[in-house]
């Protein structure tokens, strides 16, 4: 069945370094979408997806659709204490009605 | 406008009574979607909702849980003889169309099973 990994599961940065989490599906995804959910919180839609290879960008965050639609990525530039949280990636597998929400990487920003 | 909502909050039962977890989701959204999130897991997809019906029960842990929707408009999801490992979060979500559109969440309702 349809799986979404995301690595790694958690993430400890200093503030000020980068992020990256990596969302990785067993089937190709007709789009994906990017949540956040802070601690004692629900998920908060970020971003997305579409298109294959498509990249986009908010402030200091950038998302990437890999070319196969099988993968994406989140990247955080010179995290912030507020960044702190745990980022679920979630796709739609073609013809399916669901998200399938990954497993999601928890950050941590140590100031 | 108004978010998604939950009631209750919160939730203690003891082991074996039943429990109704309502959603009232954004007005207008035809989609709506139940998740579990238990503590400090990801999110597992329950059951989804087009309008009234649910064309996607597959996620339903087992046949102690159902989940009917109104109206196009409030859902209630109902465990029976609740177990200690139903304790969780659950989530509801809803979207005004269900593949190409954002899902918001509600508070979530926090179920702990005694």
């Known amino acids: 069945g349809q799986q979404v990994m995301q690595i790694p599961q958690y993430q400890h940065v200093q503030e000020g370094e980068d992020f990256t989490t990596y969302c990785n599906s067993s089937t190709t995804l007709s789009n994906i979408q990017w949540y956040k959910q802070r601690p004692g919180g629900h998920p908060v839609f970020l971003i997305q997806?579409?298109?294959?290879?498509e990249v986009k960008k908010q402030k200091r965050l950038t998302f990437q659709f890999g070319e196969a639609k099988k993968n994406s990525s989140l990247h955080i530039t010179a995290t912030q204490t507020t960044d702190v949280g745990t980022y679920f990636c979630a796709g739609f597998q073609t013809g399916a009605n669901n998200l399938f929400f990954g497993t999601g990487t928890r950050l941590t920003v140590i100031p | 406008g108004a978010g998604v909502s939950q009631s209750p909050s919160n939730k203690v039962t003891e082991k074996g009574k039943d429990v109704e977890l309502r959603c009232d989701p954004i007005?207008?959204?035809?989609?709506l979607y139940w998740y579990r999130q238990s503590l400090g897991q990801g999110l597992e997809f329950l059951i989804y909702f087009q309008g009234n019906s649910a064309p996607d029960k597959s996620g339903l842990p087992s046949d102690r849980f159902s989940a009917e929707r109104t109206g196009g408009s409030v859902s209630t999801l109902t465990i029976q003889r609740t177990q200690q490992e139903d304790s969780a979060v659950y989530l509801c979500a809803s979207s005004f169309d269900p593949k190409a559109w954002e899902q918001f969440f509600g508070p979530g309702t926090r179920l702990t099973v005694l």
């Open positions: 997806l579409v298109k294959s290879g």
């Open positions: 007005s207008g959204h035809t989609a």
